[in-house]
């Protein structure tokens, strides 16, 4: 009960943000906002990575081509991910300047890659939904929402199988189960609520949905990894009874794109 008390304010105070934000936002400024959020969720996986140096303005430099490339049609994606290599690749052959830092040069290296491909590549595909419409972003969202919550309910009260006992000890077989199987009828609850302009039929908007649910699953203990390497429990602390910025949306790493492929392929 405590902490359900420091979860319901900021729970309210995120629903209210993301959907003004989602909504109103016009699609620059929806595009910066995406930015912070997502070099604040860059600036905790660091800190849980800690890369023998400060490396931190070199990520949000990177993140910002990648941020440049998803939000101006003249700015090429294959340029954006090649001026991240040439300003990776000087950046380490003018600071590699000791022994000590040489063994730490790939290890340094593959971090500033993975907050890029692993954060705001991904990521980034959200404002790829916004563009067609707000309420594509409100499809995902409220797939995901349900799904988790019917995972957390299941999974409490008869999970037993355990399924990733060192990132997610408490997530079990029968939780995921019930996230595909309470994620599907989301679908067409959502395309119910949030009408499409490339809408699918109710079959199909139940087939993503069941989808959705089920990486969404996945992505979430693959970020607690990263936790477990750290010995931390949240990925940071700035919104109480939450964890961190990376805590909330790590479930749309894999699902944002994955939505996007199946809008292009399925739908």
Not at 73 to 90: E, K
Not at 101 to 108: E, F, K, Q, S, V
Not at 149 to 158: R, T
Request: proline share 6%; aromatic share 14%.
């Amino acid at each position: 009960m405590k902490d359900l008390g420091r979860r319901l304010p900021t729970t309210v105070a995120l629903i209210v943000f993301s959907y003004t934000a989602i909504r109103f936002l016009p699609i620059p400024y929806f595009a910066a906002l995406l930015y912070l959020l997502i070099s604040l969720a860059a600036w905790e996986l660091l800190r849980l990575t800690r890369p023998s140096r400060h490396v931190w303005p070199l990520a949000f430099s990177n993140g910002l081509l990648v941020a440049l490339a998803f939000t101006f049609p003249w700015f090429d994606l294959g340029l954006a991910l090649i001026g991240c290599l040439l300003a990776d690749g000087l950046f380490f052959l003018f600071t590699v300047n000791g022994r000590e830092r040489l063994d730490a040069y790939a290890r340094d290296w593959g971090i500033l890659a993975l907050a890029v491909l692993y954060l705001y590549f991904p990521l980034y595909f959200m404002l790829e939904l916004k563009k067609w419409g707000p309420n594509y972003l409100f499809f995902m969202i409220l797939v995901i929402a349900i799904g988790d919550s019917g995972a957390y309910f299941v999974g409490s009260a008869i999970g037993r199988h355990k399924i990733y006992p060192v990132a997610s000890p408490k997530k079990s077989l029968e939780g995921l189960i019930a996230a595909v199987l309470t994620a599907a009828p989301s679908g067409w609850l959502s395309i119910l609520l949030f009408p499409l302009d490339r809408g699918p039929s109710p079959a199909k908007a139940m087939a993503t949905a069941a989808v959705i649910g089920l990486f969404s699953q996945l992505s979430d203990p693959v970020e607690s990894l990263f936790k477990r390497a750290a010995g931390r429990k949240d990925s940071g602390s700035l919104l109480p009874g939450h964890g961190g910025v990376l805590d909330r949306v790590d479930s749309y790493i894999f699902c944002a794109p994955l939505l996007v492929l199946a809008i292009h392929y399925f739908w």
